[in-house]
């Protein structure tokens, strides 16, 4: 999962940002900048699980199961 995270997560953030321009460079604040990358992190955190859940896993499964059989 770290793998991923660190893979896929400057990626997410600079889409995050160069889509939410407009709002990042209203703010004063920076207040929208931590929202933006919150949004950006939960939403690569559970892409990450859903590919680790309905993709790597079975697959491991399968491999396990094919090397315990004779």
């Given amino acids: 999962m770290g793998i991923w995270v660190g893979l896929t997560m400057p990626a997410m953030l600079m889409f995050a940002f160069w889509l939410m321009q407009p709002i990042v460079i209203q703010d004063q604040t920076g207040f929208s900048m931590i929202v933006v990358a919150i949004l950006a ?28 059989v004779p």
């Fill in 41 to 68: 992190g939960v939403t690569d955190i559970y892409i990450g699980v859903l590919i680790l859940e309905k993709k790597v896993l079975p697959l491991l499964e399968k491999r396990k199961k094919k090397r315990l």
